[in-house]
T-cell receptor, first 114, second 115 residues
Framework: GNSVTQMEGPVTLSEEAFLTINCTYT??????LFWYVQYPGEGLQLLLK?????DKGSNKGFEATYRKETTSFHLEKGSVQVSDSAVYFC?????????????FGQGTRLTINP | SAVISQKPSRDICQRGTSLTIQCQVD?????MFWYRQQPGQSLTLIAT?????????ESGFVIDKFPISRPNLTFSTLTVSNMSPEDSSIYLC????????????FGQGTRLTVV
């Protein structure tokens, strides 16, 4: 079945550091890929998405590229801020109009120190 | 996007009792889902709430324990029945506007503690 493996946390960085959170997946067919963020005490918010191979999703300075050859969707940001402290989830969904549910990775807790 | 309101936002319940969580969406959506997030863990899909028919449960989840209602396209409830401490989790409602949409939106969650 479909699965998502995320880099284990927690991750602690200093402000303005470069961030990478690794995500790899196993899936049949052509899934869509997502990064969600969960700020303390809040629900999940969609951060970015990519629906086909080589697509790059981007939002708020974060980027991730859908790499079918390496089955990866790593999250990157060039210069993190204290406000980026949150839990980040990589998720896999069916192709458009395909399977509807999301499969989540285990989440990576990110803490940014000033 | 869709605005999703969940009630209650948190609760502390006695073991053996039941709690019903409500999910209200500000617009009609085709797909509604209920997820569980156990402490320090990822999200696991409980079931898909189907309008006008029985919910579709994932492996390991049963209707007697997690009855779900979905009377219309904007509202659903999840009941956690006969609770035990192992049911302490965050329960999240999620929606997709229609089958063509790839984006899922989430409510803020209901933090349940069973004592």
């Amino acid at each position: 079945g479909n699965s998502v493996t995320q880099m284990e946390g927690p991750v602690t960085l200093s402000e303005e550091a470069f961030l990478t959170i690794n995500c790899t997946y196993t899936a049949t067919g052509y899934p869509s890929l997502f990064w969600y963020v969960q700020y303390p005490g809040e629900g999940l918010q969609l951060l970015l998405k990519a629906t086909k191979a080589d697509d790059k999703g981007s939002n708020k300075g974060f980027e991730a590229t859908y790499r079918k050859e390496t089955t990866s969707f790593h999250l990157e940001k060039g210069s993190v801020q204290v406000s980026d402290s949150a839990v980040y989830f990589c998720a896999l969904g069916g192709p458009i109009q395909g399977a509807q549910k999301l499969v989540f990775g285990q989440g990576t807790r990110l803490t940014i120190n000033p | 996007s869709a605005v999703i309101s969940q009630k209650p936002s948190r609760d502390i319940c006695q073991r053996g009792t039941s709690l019903t969580i409500q999910c209200q969406v500000d617009s009609q959506v085709t797909m509604m889902f209920w997820y569980r997030q156990q402490p320090g863990q990822s999200l696991t899909l409980i079931a898909t709430a189907n309008q006008g028919s029985e919910a579709t449960y994932e492996s390991g989840f049963v209707i007697d324990k997690f009855p779900i209602s979905r009377p219309n396209l904007t509202f659903s409830t999840l009941t956690v029945s006969n609770m035990s401490p192992e049911d302490s989790s965050i329960y999240l409602c999620s929606v997709r506007r229609d089958r063509a949409s790839t984006e899922a939106f989430f409510g803020q969650g209901t933090r349940l503690t069973v004592v």
